[in-house]
């Protein structure tokens, strides 16, 4: 298969981090309390309805209805998700500058919901402004790893899928890429992506 000459991110856990502890222990102080909300109320399980398109007006009122307790905690979940990351991963604003000075074309595959994905883009323009696309989950209604959501990504991003490396910190995402025959890698820190990318010629 020819080498790759453009690169495909995931956002979360590669290119930022995300934790929604970050926001939610400044709301609720005590350790047990805060445990019990993310593993009983706002669940990653419940979140991710949001990265498959569903708005969070609707998911925040069925969760309240189910918790009335909480409705005062969960209903800052979506407007301040941009609080539940805390910062880039380290490395990785610098190895996406680098590429883009190389002109490396850099674009992104992302299971974000579109309504918080909007203005965590805009404070992040620093680093989505040198990605020439990214395909969000939320606004497709598509999501990895399902092939369809790469397909539809490849054909906006008008690369054919041995042209693109593919980068994700989940085996199964990876896989997924793998299966409409792009080339992908694992992601774990920026130092084993920098010699990855130095392996398909695409860093010096």
Sequence with gaps: MPGPSAVV???????????????????????AALDAFLRDVCTREWHFQHDAGRPFAETSAELSARHPEHAHLIAEWGPRFSEQIPGPIAGMPELVAELDAAGVPLFAITNFSDEFFAPFRAQEA??????????????????KPHAPIYR????????????????????????????????????TDAATLRADLARYGLLG
Excluded: T
């Design 9 to 31: 991110f995931d956002v979360g856990h590669v290119l930022y981090d995300w934790d929604p502890r970050v926001l939610y222990r400044r709301l609720i102080p005590d350790d």
């Design 126 to 143: 620093a680093l989505f402004d040198r990605f020439r696309d990214i395909v969000v989950s939320g606004a497709e209604r598509l999501m």
């Design 152 to 187: 539809l990504a490849l054909e906006r991003f008008g690369l054919a899928p041995h042209e693109a490396l593919f980068v994700d910190d989940r085996q199964d995402n990876v896989d997924g890429a793998l299966a409409v025959g792009m080339h992908a890698v694992r992601f």
